[in-house]
C-alpha cells in the first residue's frame, strides 16, 4: 500500500497527464464528430509538435516563441494535409480513410527519424519551470503545475470558440448532422479546413507541452494516441466535455493504477472501457445513435 | 394524365423529366412538376412512389441522373445543397433533424447564419409560441411535435421561398396535428409557397390548392384537391388511400 504523500502525488501526476490527454482527445473527437474521418495521424502530429519544440528551442531560449512556432507550424501542416490529402477521402469509405491517415502517420514519423535520428532528445525545461513548488502539503515540480495551467487556458479558449461563436456553433451542429447543415444553406466544407488545422495545432501544442518532462523520440505519440482513442470512446465520440472529463479520468486511472502497480495502469484503462461500453455505450457525453 | 404546359414565367419552381437513382435502383422516371408562385402542391401516393426522393432531389441531396431542375428560372440540378438553399429552396426532412445538441435558439442561428433576409426570432415565437418557452432547451429534449415546429421554423427564419415539407404530421398527436395545420393553412394564406408529401390526405388536401399523385416514380395524377375528391377509384388503386 503506497503512502498517502505518494498517492497525492500521483493524483497530481494523473491531473498533468489527464489535461495533456484532453487537449490531445478534444483535438481528435472534433476532426471524429465534423468530419467523419478518425485521424490516425493523431500520434505523430503529437511527436511533432514536440520536435517543433526542440528545434526553436535550441536557437532561442525563449519558450513563448516556441509556443507560438509550434501554433504556426501546425496549423500551415493541418491546412497543407487538409487541402492536398484528406479532403480528397470525404466521400471516401471509412476503411481508406484509416488507412490514408495511418499512411500520413508513418510518413510523418520517419521523416521525423531520416531529420533527428531515433535516439531520443532532450528539450529543456523553460527557466521560469525549473525547480520544485511547496504546496503545503507536498513538493511538487513546477514546470508540471504550469503544465496543468496551460492546458486548462488552451481548453478554456477552445471551449469559448466552440460554444461562443458562429464559426463553433457551425462545428458543434456539423458534428451531429453534416448533411442537415448542407441543406441549411452552409457550405460545411469550408467548416472542415478549420476543424482539421484546430485539431492538428491542439495536438501538436500538446506534444510541444509535453516535451520538457519526457524523452523526445519520433515514435513518442503512439502511447497518447491509443489512450486517446479509448478517452473518446468513454467520453462520447465527436463531444468535446466528453473529451475533457475522459481525459481527466483516463489520466487519474493511469496514474493511480501506478502507484500500487504500473504493470496494471493501462490493464485498467482498458477494463474501464470495456466496463463503459456494456453500461452506457454512447459514452459519457455522447447521445444515442451518433455516429 | 397530361402534365399542364402553362405559362413557363409564372412557374416558380419546375422539375423536368427528372430520372433519379438510389444506388443502382431507379426511383423516378421522367419525372415532372411544376410549382407556381404562392402555390401550395401535395405531393401524394403509396410509400416507396418516390415522394421524399423528389423533394431530396430538388434540395440537391440526391442529384438526378438526368432531367432539368429550374428554380425562378435558373438551373439548379447538380448544384449542393448549401448553394439550392442560398437561392430560396429549404428542406424540412421528414426525420426533422433538429441538431439535439443545441438549444432551440442555437438550431434557429445556425438556419439564419446563411439567410439574407433572416427573420427576427421574435417573429418566429410569433408563429410557434410554444417554441419561446423552450428557447434555452436542448433540441434533444423537445417533444415529437415541437421538434417539428423547429423543424418548420428553421426553415421560415431563413423567410425561404419555397418549403418542402416531408410528411410534417407524421407520428403526432392529433391534436398537435390540428395545429401544425392551423400554421400551415396560414403561411399558405400569406402566399408563401409550399410542397407538402403527407400520408395524411385530409390534412395535406387543407391546404393544397394542387396535387400531384405519385405510383412507382411516375406522376399519376395531376389536379385540384376537389378533382383527387371526384374520382375516389384513382385514390384507391394508385395512392392507396381512401378519403
Known amino acids: ?291 | 394524365m397530361p402534365i399542364s404546359g402553362g405559362c413557363t414565367r409564372m412557374s416558380l419552381l419546375e422539375v423536368d423529366r427528372i430520372n433519379t437513382l438510389y444506388g443502382d435502383s431507379h426511383v423516378l422516371f421522367d419525372l415532372s412538376l411544376r410549382v407556381k408562385q404562392g402555390e401550395v402542391v401535395a405531393l401524394l401516393g403509396r410509400n416507396g412512389a418516390g415522394k421524399t426522393t423528389t423533394l431530396r432531389s430538388i434540395m440537391g441531396v440526391l442529384a438526378p441522373r438526368s432531367g432539368q431542375i429550374r428554380f425562378d428560372g435558373k438551373s439548379i440540378g447538380g448544384l449542393p445543397p448549401s448553394a439550392i438553399a442560398g437561392m430560396g429552396v429549404q428542406l424540412v426532412p421528414e426525420e426533422r433533424a433538429i441538431f439535439g445538441g443545441l438549444t432551440v435558439e442555437e438550431n434557429l442561428r445556425v438556419a439564419a447564419l446563411t439567410a439574407p433576409n433572416a427573420w427576427p426570432f421574435d417573429r418566429i415565437y410569433q408563429v410557434f409560441p410554444r417554441l419561446k418557452e423552450r428557447r434555452k432547451s436542448a433540441g434533444r429534449t423537445l417533444s415529437g411535435g415541437e421538434q417539428q415546429m423547429l423543424a418548420i421554423a428553421r426553415a421560415l427564419i431563413r423567410d425561404a421561398r419555397i418549403i418542402l415539407l416531408d410528411e410534417p404530421f407524421e407520428g403526432l398527436a392529433p391534436l398537435i396535428v390540428r395545429d401544425l395545420v392551423e400554421v400551415a393553412r396560414n403561411l399558405a394564406a400569406e402566399g408563401r409557397t409550399m410542397i407538402v408529401v403527407e400520408q395524411n390526405v385530409t390534412a395535406a388536401l387543407s391546404f393544397a390548392n394542387r396535387v400531384y399523385g405519385l405510383n412507382n416514380g411516375h406522376v399519376v395524377f395531376e389536379g385540384t384537391p376537389a378533382d383527387l375528391s371526384a374520382n375516389p377509384g384513382l385514390m384507391r388503386d394508385f395512392l392507396g388511400v381512401g378519403v
Do not use: K
Not at chain 1, 517543433?52 to 512556432?69: E, H, K, N, P, R
Open chain 1, 1 to 291: 500500500m503506497p503512502s498517502w504523500p505518494a498517492l497525492v502525488s500521483q493524483a497530481f501526476n494523473g491531473l498533468a497527464l489527464g489535461a495533456l490527454l484532453a487537449l490531445v482527445s478534444s483535438g481528435l473527437t472534433i476532426i471524429l464528430g465534423t468530419l467523419g474521418v478518425l485521424n490516425f495521424a493523431h500520434g505523430a502530429l503529437f511527436a511533432v509538435g514536440a520536435y517543433v519544440a526542440f528545434v526553436i528551442l535550441q536557437y532561442t531560449s525563449s519558450f513563448v516563441l516556441a509556443l507560438l512556432g509550434c501554433c504556426g507550424v501546425m496549423l500551415l501542416l493541418g491546412i497543407l494535409l487538409e487541402r492536398v490529402i484528406i479532403r480528397l477521402f470525404y466521400d471516401r469509405p471509412d476503411e481508406d480513410q484509416i488507412l490514408v491517415t495511418y499512411g500520413i502517420g508513418i510518413v510523418l514519423v520517419e521523416c521525423l527519424r531520416a531529420a533527428f535520428g531515433g535516439n531520443a532528445q532532450r528539450v529543456p525545461v523553460p527557466s521560469w519551470g525549473r525547480g520544485a513548488t511547496q504546496l503545503g502539503f507536498l513538493i511538487y515540480p513546477t514546470y508540471r503545475l504550469q503544465l496543468i495551467a496551460i492546458i486548462a487556458m488552451l481548453l478554456l479558449g477552445l471551449y469559448l470558440v466552440l460554444y461562443r461563436t458562429s464559426v463553433g456553433l457551425v462545428v458543434r451542429a456539423g458534428i451531429e448532422n453534416p448533411a442537415m447543415v448542407g441543406i441549411l444553406g452552409i457550405n460545411v466544407r469550408r467548416a472542415f479546413l478549420l476543424v482539421f488545422a484546430v485539431g492538428v495545432v491542439a495536438v501538436g501544442l500538446a506534444g510541444m507541452l509535453y516535451a520538457p518532462v519526457v524523452a523526445v523520440t519520433p515514435d513518442m505519440g503512439a502511447n497518447f494516441m491509443a489512450q486517446s482513442f479509448v478517452v473518446i470512446v468513454l467520453g462520447g465520440l465527436g463531444s468535446f466535455p466528453g473529451a475533457v472529463v475522459g481525459g481527466l479520468i483516463a489520466g487519474e486511472i493511469i496514474s493511480l493504477t501506478s502507484a500500487f502497480n504500473s504493470s496494471y495502469s493501462e490493464v485498467m484503462l482498458y477494463a474501464l472501457m470495456a466496463l463503459l461500453l456494456v453500461l452506457r455505450p454512447q459514452g459519457l457525453f455522447g447521445s444515442e445513435g451518433r455516429v
